[in-house]
């Protein structure tokens, strides 16, 4: 197990340094100029030396997508279960739920600033947005297929309806709600600078950015993006880890917990 | 008479497209008996069981227990099904308790018979390892505790033993055998294994398919408790060779 860990991180470890070596690889040797793109070096440098500003615009946009995140992971177990449960529901919501990921969520943006101005409401919103489908489809699709043996052995033993629900049916959706799950958290950042960039009055990591770009301070402009995939990484990360977390039985020879009726001797 | 009956099937029928996968059933099953059904594969021996346990609605005829109408009835009897079916997210322990779990609290009371039935089978190092770590016979095992678990006092079971080697076999017998008497359940019981059914049964039903049907019913008079010696005696074979040869024997209908 420990190992398996250890593997993982060596292995992320190594594919950032292959991909900060490609980047240095092709800014020197390509001779790019300074102001087209930095050094991967000179990109951390320059959000280190401005990190007093930058702080709190990441912890910002950090705050945007981990609500939006939040609030588009509920909606989106809740209309997969309510879809699942109703057919008829599913068969009228199915088409919107489609058309709302047509919609470019740039021309989204500027009627939510008219709605809910330019805090932190029309950002949550894009994100959930966004978040809410892989989620929606993801779990009705892992109740949809829930293994049929199970169902009926459930009914073999009695089981109330409610009760199949919550023994059977939501444990065996977890897999595929962690899917849907995974792929909000890796668009969910993206969600929130669109938001920023459509919607921002005063400061945001979107702004910084823009006006770096203004500057031709190409540096600023690299060292922004760090932080914004930082971001979605870290989230990306956390939901993984959720979801090593949250299904043992598919790692583990026995359960972590002990918990039993008798005195274990 | 009929209160002597636990289980009785009047004109039980029932047919998939054109087969026939049981033909007009009908049969009495006394309380406390044990009662073993053999038969080629196909001939409808889980079909009956389907039936009996309320899963499967058959095309007529009716299924009593204590004389109360159960037909489609389910959770009115243990069934064990031919598939050794484990929720690979619920530990060996998870899995013996699932009935109280899905039909009601569970209780400390559940855990701990739970606890005690599996240490005494020889499952005590496993209660909380996943079915994905156990092996084809420890989760027949887990399965058959967990029919017994709800206290059910008609046990089906589906060739409950088929995945395991002769020695634990055996030894499944034997504890089957102590369950049933202690507990006062009625067992039904299929196997593919004619030494088994004799060694285990009062009474077995011979079926025969295409369409299926209980082709003979022999009274099983040997004495109990039953041992290793029953196995070889002139008389468990006299038994055995009658009811292989309805098996084989067949020519025609
Ligand atoms: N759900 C079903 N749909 C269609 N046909 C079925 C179904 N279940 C059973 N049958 C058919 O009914 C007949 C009896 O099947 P059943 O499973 O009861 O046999 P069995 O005696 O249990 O056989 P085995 O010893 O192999 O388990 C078979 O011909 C089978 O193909
Ligand atoms: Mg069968």
Redesign the pocket.
Known sequence: MKSRLLRNVLGSLLSFVLVMGIWQAIVVWGQVAPYIAPRPLDAFRAISGDWSTLWPLTLWTLRETVYGFLAGAVLGVVFGIVMHKIAMLQRVLYPILIVTQAIPIVALAAPLVLMLGFNLGPKIVIVAWIVFFPVTVNVLDGLTHVDGDLLTLARVLGARRWRTFLVIEVPAAIAPLFSGLKIGATYAVTGAIIGEMAASSGSSLALYQHNANANLNAAAVYGTTLIMTAIGISWFLLIVSLEFWATPWRRRVTARRRRIGGKHK | MSHQDLLRLEALRKS??S?V?LSDTSLNVQRGSFVSIV?P????????FNMISGLERPDGGSILIDDRDVTTRTGQVGYMM?KDLLVPWRTVLGNITLGARLTRRLTYDDRRRAVDIAQRYGLGDFLHHYPMALSGGMRQRVALMRTLALDHELLLLDEPFGALDAQTRFEMQQWLLSVWRESERTVLF?T?DVDEAVFLSDRVLVMSSRP?RVVDDITIDLERPRTLGTLTSAVFNGYKSQILEHLHGRVGP
């Open positions: 998939f497209g087969t996968a038969g594969s196909g001939c409808g021996k889980s079909t009956l031919q299929i593919h299926g």
